[in-house]
């Protein structure tokens, strides 16, 4: 079964940084491609960061690259974004992701605010 799990969201004050995690069970995070959204309310779930090979290869949105870094700890099932520099407008609720088998799989997402 196949399950997410993200944490370490929080609040913060602009200039902050935080580190998400995403507990992946049910599957290998080494195989899947691994992906960060985030969402605002009243606005579409926008990806922000992919991961996949262990780390060989990434991907950033423009709206985030240079300020977060997203990778794996396949020894503890982990996926991570690690948010730096934050700025009130990265203030969303933050969803890990994978598609297996052509199904999407989602976690219940960990609120990150930042105040200006």
């Known amino acids: 079964q196949v399950q997410l799990v993200e944490s370490g969201g929080g609040s913060v004050q602009f200039g902050g940084s935080l580190r998400l995690s995403c507990a992946a069970s049910g599957f290998s995070i080494s195989i899947y491609a691994m992906r960060w959204y985030r969402q605002v309310p009243g606005k579409e779930r926008e990806w922000i960061a992919a991961?996949?090979?262990?780390?060989?290869?990434?991907n950033y949105a423009d709206s985030v690259k240079g300020q977060f870094t997203i990778s794996t700890d396949n020894n503890k099932s982990t996926l991570n974004l690690q948010m730096n520099s934050l700025k009130p407008e990265d203030t969303a609720v933050y969803y890990c992701?994978?598609?297996?088998?052509?199904?999407?799989?989602w976690g219940q997402g960990t609120q990150v605010t930042v105040s200006s």
């Open positions: 992701n994978t598609i297996i088998g052509r199904k999407d799989y």
């Open positions: 991961i996949l090979g262990e780390g060989s290869i990434t």
